[in-house]
Nanobody, 116 residues
């Protein structure tokens, strides 16, 4: 079981960048595939990106390919999401969880708002 805390969200103009962090407590962090997810107002939560625990292979949802980059630092028990070329449709609460997600590990998320 991991405790996950997201941070790094904020208000940014279209075309801008943000870097999200997800800090995990628990000695087994390095053994989990990790993912970022988001939920926009009035929509269901959706998958954004994932990174494997072994080898660091990554996978992205089509809307963010080429703009977002997921990475992890197992020594720091942290997973990151670098978001570039942000669009208004990226506005959402962003969450991290294992991949596939489990209901017991959702944190409070971090709000990202892309607006001029």
């Amino acid at each position: 079981q991991l405790q996950l805390v997201e941070s790094g969200g904020g208000l940014v103009q279209p075309g801008g960048s943000l870097r999200l962090s997800c800090a995990a407590s628990g000695r087994t962090f390095s053994m989990y595939d990790m993912g970022w997810y988001r939920q926009a107002p009035g929509k269901e939560r959706e998958f954004v990106a994932s990174i494997a625990w072994r080898g660091g292979g990554t996978y992205y949802a089509d809307p963010v390919k080429g703009r977002f980059t997921i990475s992890r630092d197992n020594a720091r028990n942290t997973v990151y999401l670098q978001m570039n070329s942000l669009k208004p449709e990226d506005t959402a609460i962003y969450y991290c969880n294992i991949r596939p997600p489990t209901s017991t590990m959702w944190g409070q998320g971090t709000q990202v708002t892309v607006s001029s």
